[in-house]
């Protein structure tokens, strides 16, 4: 328990550190420079991206964004982040979104009602099944913000390192 | 035809009469008058039939808009108006406001309840902020709010009489169903198979909101008022701890089983009939077992909830096939039974008294996640599905995509209503036409947040494009007698009428008349906005009325909103489908016809 509790004390800092010097920033260039020894794609400033393949296939963390997000993004804003009849369509939101404010909007939700609006963003800063793929979630949507990433299911994808599985398993606080 | 008219609508009274010294007397009366639409579906028996004929399969081209009613509410409008004499009644999407329409002036607004409710629940609903409609009964009237709380309304002036609260959004209980009086009580089911609700079923006395009894859908026996002896699944009882022993530990205290769909009611047997929905997660290797009672059609004792008898549909879900669409009460000859078109694509009869399984066959031919359901009764797997393993998600474990499975989580049927009618006989069925792939991965619980665990994609089966049908259906054979096909999902309730017409609406906005015998289409007119509402019919100062919400949203605002993916077009392109969104927006209107003089 004490594992979620640093993941979600992390996450917090994260959105803490960035949120005041980018925030209302749009993303920039998203070409992947650097990779940690997770797998994980970084951009030119040091922003989460997505990486493709020369031959097709998708980085591992994009992918389990693209699973993520149909698990717990998509019941609201409709499949491959195309939208609902009343959630925004976060392939168009993240073109004008920073990663800090990203963050920001799923840690804390947002509300948005008004006497011709109840749209209504949950927190999802206790969720694990959310707080531990965040980075994921955000280069899957951000793939499909710049269309590098089509809709559908990805075709292919490079398979996931030993050290993102102990991550993983860190941040669910699940054992072995 | 006036003749048989008459001659069903006598034998509908009958049947009626005889359940009147038990039954709320009021509420029977005012059924039982085709002239009022007294109840949700109508009646107790769920069958969305309306005696009245002045409308027929001759004239309803002639059907014109007599009035209409914007609701200033823009998301999914499910459910339908109540009639009861001059008054018209019904609830909108959250904030849940309940109209009660004066039918002698237009329309004119007599009076409006709208609820204090924290908007904080409206993200704790899986699919849209909907709400299936309010309930009558001893001159109140009855709004399941979507944050659980039950209000009983003076139906007079709209004031509240009590209200008491259900369950607690902030675990993921939400309420979306329509109420269903009963005698001296009002019964709600609910919301949050997908935060992994342990579903139930309440029943409160209408007199002071005071909890009479409570179902739930698994765990201890003392909890699901099941017994072991006495309660029966396909003629054999059921036997000690049936739902606990078929979870792995403790899983069952938050194993689904939402109660969100319609209940119907049997006077006669003093039974009520309900659907308990999918196990939680989306994930099925998390989950270990038959998962009961989830997935099951339950029959209990109106006065003590105790269960007379269970049948478990879908054990151990694989697709999100929940099992709470409606149960309708219809009878073949001197028997008496119960129809439901599932989720999983099966259409079943059974004998309501016993719970004995009849018929259960494929009421859409792109069925495939199964070959059968076993009927032979000195079968080890009587009444189980026969389960093809590469369509059923987890078989060979998580983190693995199955493909081409067909229905779709959605359904072949989703919660949208069918209808029966009494003359021709026919079940009237609006369905779902749509396929899946389906990964499923694991997750952790955390309460009131989302527990799914699984990856879905959506679309039309291989080489059709239309992603609906709306079909007749013979629950005696268990045949398709005819279909419609539908470009989307039709996810609007039917009507059927003794004027041999039949109702539905599509998700473009069309409300469509159809012939009852032959599915020919009569009639249709656009409607504001996608229609996943439920059509009635009442009277009023001699004329007959067809009325329906139009407001798109729902679960079909999710999935179809934006267009499906064709996976077979080839790495992820947009198939050739259209959105839903080139056709119609959101806005929640009433419309009411009349035949043009």
Redesign the interface.
Known sequence: MHLSSLARALCAATLFSCAGAAMAEAPGDPTAVKQDDLGKWTDAKGDPTYKIEPDGNLDWFAYSG???????C???H???A?????AP?LKNSLKTMSYAEFVGTVVA?R?N?TT???????A?G?????MCYLDDIYVYIRGRSTGAI??????GRVDKTDKATASEKEC???DK | MRKLLLLSCVAATALFASGAAFANDDLITLQKDAKNWAQPAGNYNNQRYSALSQITNKNVKDLVPAWSFSTGVLRGHEGGPLVIGDVMYFSTPFPNIVYALDLNNDGKILWKYEPKQDPSVIPVMCCDTVNRGVAYGDGKIFLHQADTTLVALDAKTGAPLWQVKDGDPSKGSTGTSAPLVVKDKVLIGVSGGEFGVRGWVSAYNIADGKLAWRGYSMGPDADTLIDPEKTTALGKPVGENSSTSTWEGDQWKIGGGATWGWISYDPELNLVYYGSGNPSTWNPVQRPGDNKWSMSIWARNADTGAVKWIYQMTPHDQWDYDGINEMVLQNQGSKKVLVHFDRNGYGYTLDRVTGELLVAEKYDPAVNWSTKIDLDKSSKNYGRPEVVAKYAPGSAGEDVNYKGICPAALGSKDEQPSAYSPITELNYVPTNHVCMDYEPFRVSYTAGQPYVGATLSMYPPPGQTNMGNFIAWDAKTGKIVWSDKEQFSAWSGALATAGNVVFYGTLEGYLKAVDAKTGEELWKYKTPSGIIGNVNAYEHDGKEYVAVLSGVGGWAGIGLAAGLTDPTAGLGAVGGYAALSNYTALGGTLTVFALHK
């Open positions: 693209f699973r993520r997000y149909h698990s717990e998509h019941v609201c409709g499949p491959d195309e939208g609902s009849s009343y369509a939700g509300q009602v011709s609006q109840t749209n209504v963003m949950p999802f206790d969720n694990k099944n959310v089509p809709r559908g299911r990805p075709a669910l606080g699940l």
